[in-house]
């Protein structure tokens, strides 16, 4: 930092320090609600997936209608995120919270009605928004209502939804569907949602604190930054959420204006600070080095780590006639490993760190080498089982990367700003989600035409490309390690 940065005007510094911290006495109870909220919302990005075929032969929706019911969501969604962080950290948890919970709800009562494939389609992009706005409440809170060896414990059980939520969403609905039939049983993958919704509604007027203003504050939303770095975003993730439905490569040029717009976000966030206004996102972030270090592990971590379900779950159904509860539960011992290792290494992360994060990538990738030495032994419909032992390693590795890494990331950043921090490195992760499903389903399915119809072989590779992605992840770990111990 030079001198002329140091002198620059900037907002109030944040009064809330630690040692003007008190526990408060409902920070456990406000942590449930949120995380119940976090996990619903975190499950629509996967639990779709299974339930495409039902939603085909209910409303007769083609390929691209399913398409953008899978990406709407995941678009809307991504979009939000560091805005919603940026609200909440302005006018509080709970009404950010509570605003995006009704626009949530609202938005899975229609998809659940929708009449057609454009109902839903539209129902999807609100119920995005709606996800965008409640999921940066998670790091934020947590960011506020805990400190210490507390914060760690507090992020391994977001880790642990994080973790669960994407490895069951096939599970839960592949039961929703077993139950309410292959003609609308898609339909209660969204109703389900209304109950939990109302209750997490009714929950966080009582347990999530509000924030109380202090005199001559001023709130400050950055609009313009904001929809700077909204357009960048979404001109980043389109290519890759329509990889398959946009032939060619002239969705690719998209990334050079998403660049450009970058850097203007960058110019503009500094010009926006020299003004002493808070700015959407403190650059100065990112001179922390474990901050960087994280956001760039979780983006090549969530490239691979939602590649996994995404062509496994078509590997059994399309491939061995697994019906869609079949799937989910093969992907069940994940997400018992995973939220069961989430849980503990809240308890050891603050002591441990990146020796933490570094190791459960080594398990990830040994549990993906297993899995795909299984699915080489047993070409056979007992491949669930044979994949179920590494699936269990795998979960455990990675309940030991994502809450960790979330934990390390935000340990020198100020509460006030916990929830754009937030949101930006779960930018991050839901840019990493798109870029890995978009390379891993594109080799995937190019692959199964190569071998025509080689299942087996396809999802051999593609989980070859997964560990790469892991790899890279394990990298930056690693340099982690180096650059820490050479500045001691």
Same mark, same amino acid.
């Given at each position: 930092?030079?001198?002329?940065?140091?002198?620059?005007?900037?907002?109030?510094? +944040?009064?809330?320090?630690?040692?003007?911290?008190?526990?408060?006495?409902?920070?456990?109870?406000?942590?449930?609600?949120?995380?119940?909220?976090?996990?619903?919302?975190?499950? +629509?990005?996967?639990?779709?997936?299974?339930?495409?075929?039902?939603?085909?032969?209910?409303?007769?929706?083609? +390929?691209?209608?399913?398409?953008?019911?899978?990406?709407?969501?995941?678009?809307?969604?991504?979009?939000?995120?560091?805005?919603?962080?940026?609200?909440?950290?302005?006018?509080?948890?709970?009404?950010?919270?509570?605003?995006? /919970?009704?626009?949530?709800?609202?938005?899975?009562?229609?998809?659940?009605?929708?009449?057609?494939?454009?109902?839903?389609?539209?129902?999807?992009?609100?119920?995005?928004?709606?996800?965008?706005?409640?999921?940066?409440?998670?790091?934020?809170?947590?960011?506020?209502?805990?400190?210490?060896?507390?914060?760690?414990?507090?992020?391994?059980?977001?880790?642990?939804?994080?973790?669960?939520?994407?490895?069951?969403?096939?599970?839960?609905?592949?039961?929703?569907?077993?139950?309410?039939?292959?003609?609308?049983?898609?339909?209660?993958?969204?109703?389900?949602?209304?109950?939990?919704?109302?209750?997490?509604?009714?929950?966080?007027?009582?347990?999530?604190?509000?924030?109380?203003?202090?005199?001559?504050?001023?709130?400050?939303? +950055?609009?313009?930054?904001?929809?700077?770095?909204?357009?960048?975003?979404?001109?980043?993730?389109?290519?890759?959420?329509?990889?398959?439905?946009?032939?060619?490569?002239?969705?690719?040029?998209?990334?050079?204006?998403? *660049?450009?717009?970058?850097?203007?976000?960058?110019?503009?966030?500094?010009?926006?600070?020299?003004?002493?206004?808070?700015?959407?996102?403190?650059?100065?972030?990112?001179?922390?080095?474990?901050?960087?270090?994280?956001?760039?592990?979780?983006?090549?971590?969530?490239?691979?780590?939602?590649?996994?379900?995404?062509?496994?779950?078509?590997?059994?159904?399309?491939?061995?006639?697994?019906?869609?509860?079949?799937?989910?539960?093969?992907?069940?011992?994940?997400?018992?490993?995973?939220?069961?290792?989430?849980?503990?290494?809240?308890?050891?992360?603050?002591?441990?760190?990146?020796?933490?994060?570094?190791?459960?990538?080594?398990?990830?990738?040994?549990?993906?080498?297993?899995?795909?030495? *299984?699915?080489?032994?047993?070409?056979?419909?007992?491949?669930?089982?044979?994949?179920?032992?590494?699936?269990?390693?795998?979960?455990?590795?990675?309940?030991?990367?994502?809450?960790?890494?979330?934990?390390?990331? /935000?340990?020198?950043?100020?509460?006030?700003?916990?929830?754009?921090?937030?949101?930006?490195?779960?930018?991050?992760?839901?840019?990493?989600?798109?870029?890995?499903?978009?390379?891993?389903?594109?080799?995937?399915?190019?692959?199964?035409?190569?071998?025509?119809?080689?299942?087996?072989?396809?999802?051999?590779?593609?989980?070859?490309?997964?560990?790469?992605?892991?790899?890279?992840?394990?990298?930056?770990?690693?340099?982690?390690?180096?650059?820490?111990?050479?500045?001691?």
């Amino acid at each position: 930092m030079t001198a002329q940065d140091r002198t620059q005007p900037g907002p109030p510094p +944040d009064r809330r320090s630690d040692d003007a911290y008190e526990p408060d006495p409902r920070r456990w109870r406000a942590l449930s609600v949120v995380l119940v909220a976090g996990f619903m919302v975190l499950l +629509d990005v996967s639990i779709v997936n299974v339930a495409l075929p039902s939603i085909s032969q209910g409303l007769g929706a083609d +390929d691209s209608d399913l398409q953008w019911v899978v990406s709407g969501y995941a678009l809307a969604f991504g979009l939000l995120l560091v805005a919603g962080g940026r609200v909440g950290d302005a006018r509080g948890r709970r009404p950010t919270l509570m605003l995006g /919970l009704a626009i949530f709800t609202l938005a899975s009562a229609a998809c659940g009605l929708a009449l057609n494939p454009v109902m839903l389609i539209v129902a999807r992009l609100v119920q995005g928004i709606g996800g965008g706005l409640v999921t940066p409440q998670n790091a934020g809170l947590i960011q506020d209502l805990f400190r210490g060896a507390e914060r760690g414990r507090a992020f391994g059980l977001f880790g642990a939804v994080v973790g669960v939520s994407t490895a069951i969403g096939p599970l839960v609905g592949g039961l929703l569907i077993q139950v309410g039939g292959a003609q609308d049983g898609w339909r209660w993958i969204f109703f389900v949602n209304l109950p939990v919704g109302i209750v997490a509604m009714i929950l966080a007027v009582r347990t999530v604190p509000q924030r109380v203003r202090e005199k001559g504050e001023r709130t400050d939303y +950055d609009p313009v930054g904001a929809v700077i770095l909204g357009l960048a975003t979404l001109l980043v993730l389109l290519p890759f959420v329509e990889s398959r439905s946009w032939s060619g490569g002239l969705k690719w040029t998209l990334l050079v204006p998403a *660049a450009l717009l970058g850097v203007l976000f960058v110019q503009w966030e500094r010009v926006y600070r020299r003004r002493g206004r808070q700015p959407m996102v403190d650059l100065g972030l990112f001179r922390r080095r474990t901050y960087t270090f994280g956001s760039a592990l979780a983006l090549a971590y969530f490239a691979g780590f939602t590649g996994v379900f995404f062509i496994y779950v078509q590997f059994l159904q399309d491939g061995l006639g697994y019906s869609a509860l079949q799937s989910g539960l093969a992907s069940t011992p994940f997400a018992l490993g995973s939220a069961v290792s989430a849980g503990l290494s809240g308890r050891v992360v603050t002591r441990l760190g990146w020796k933490l994060v570094t190791a459960g990538l080594v398990l990830v990738i040994v549990g993906l080498i297993g899995s795909w030495v *299984a699915i080489g032994l047993v070409a056979s419909a007992a491949v669930g089982w044979a994949v179920a032992g590494p699936f269990l390693v795998a979960g455990v590795g990675s309940g030991l990367v994502i809450a960790p890494n979330q934990t390390l990331a /935000l340990s020198e950043v100020p509460p006030r700003e916990g929830g754009a921090a937030g949101g930006v490195i779960q930018t991050g992760q839901r840019i990493g989600s798109a870029a890995g499903i978009a390379a891993v389903g594109s080799l995937y399915y190019s692959r199964l035409a190569d071998t025509r119809g080689d299942f087996a072989a396809a999802v051999r590779d593609g989980f070859l490309l997964i560990i790469v992605f892991v790899a890279v992840a394990l990298a930056i770990a690693v340099a982690d390690l180096v650059v820490e111990r050479g500045s001691r």
